[in-house]
């Protein structure tokens, strides 16, 4: 696997053990390279290393941050010192502690994460402040089972100081002990994974938060990737509701994308309708079961209305969110490629 993925935080339905089938057909092997969809930043990152210019975007404030740290910084690494900055005492209103302890974090953590992120979002230049988040997030998502928010009874166990159930398995026990260790420790080892993906490809690329649908009215380059969420599968805006909350300091409605509903097909076209100036299009779909989202062939067809394509199937086990999760056999994965 390409090592920089390291720097990125564990993401639902991200691409990292496809990027190879991505790549594949586009035509051009340089020029503008359009991510849509960036989410955990693992197609961005790799067309980055390819020497294409990237111009990202996501909706969500979470997958913008990734993007700021890793896509659009060539340069700007993080040093032990802005790491302790995350530990000055600073004002807070204890939003963690008070929503969120101890069913997702233990109080140490949460003690933590409150003044954390009140000193990171202090921070006056951008990209050190959007790596110093970006740490953050792949500090959260390293301390929760399977990377999620639902795993609720090791995290209560710990706060009980009952240690023998969250630290029973060689996989459950790592990210526990980042429950009840010093903050630190895990920090430094996830800045060195995070500076380990800070590279200059000679290239201004850029990082929007934007509708899709705004994004694509004013962006142009050689080849667009979709990877929007699959229709009928689980919101990203209820899978990250927490983490958005957190990144927020607020409660935010959390409304569950348009491209999640089960009937997504009214987006997908318009989508495509937005996307006409772009010569090549590589767009990523799935579904979980046989009867729920979009399948390939329906996909085909709303895209040959515009132009020449073809179906690839793949065989791709969810990578990192489904680790723990139910059998994988219901799942299949599809790119629809422009010719
Ligand atoms: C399947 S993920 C992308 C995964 C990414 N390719 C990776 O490898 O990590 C889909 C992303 O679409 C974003 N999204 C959902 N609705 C959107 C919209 N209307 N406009 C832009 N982005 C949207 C979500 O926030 C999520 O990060």
Known sequence: MFSKFQSLPSYFGGKRKLVKYIFKPIKKTEGVFIDAFLGGGSVSLYAKAKGYKVIANDIA???????????????????????ARLF??????????????????????????????????????????????????????????????????DTLDLEARKWEWPLRSKSHAPKNL???????????????????????????????????????KKVTGDVAYFDPPYPGSSSYEVEYGILDNILAGKKLDNKPSSFSNKDADE?????????????????????????????????????????????????????????????????????????
């Open 61 to 83: 404030f979470r997958s913008v941050i990734i993007g700021r740290a890793l896509i659009s910084n060539n340069s700007v690494k993080l040093e032990t010192e802005d790491l």
């Open 88 to 153: 000055l005492k600073a004002k807070h209103d204890g939003f963690i502690r008070k929503n969120y302890c101890p069913k997702v974090f233990t109080s140490k953590i949460a003690d933590f994460l409150d003044n954390a992120i009140v000193n990171a979002r202090a921070v006056e230049n951008e990209t050190k402040r959007h790596l110093l988040l970006h740490l953050l997030i792949k500090f959260i998502l390293s301390c929760r089972q399977f990377g999620k928010f639902t795993h609720t009874r």
């Open 178 to 216: 980042r429950m009840i260790q010093n903050p630190m420790m895990t920090l430094e080892k996830l800045k060195d994974e995070i500076n380990h993906g800070v590279f200059d490809n000679h290239q201004d690329n850029e990082v929007h938060q934007k509708d899709v649908f705004d994004f694509l």
């Open 267 to 339: 987006f997908l076209e318009r989508m495509f309708e937005s996307a006409k100036h772009i010569p090549q299009w590589i767009i990523s779909l799935g579904q979980n079961k046989e009867d729920v989202g979009v399948k390939p062939d329906k996909l085909l067809a709303m895209v040959q209305k515009h132009r020449k394509a073809e179906v690839q199937m793949l065989d791709h086990k969810w990578s990192v969110s489904n680790a723990g999760g139910r059998g994988q056999s219901d799942n299949i994965e599809y790119m629809i490629v422009t010719i």
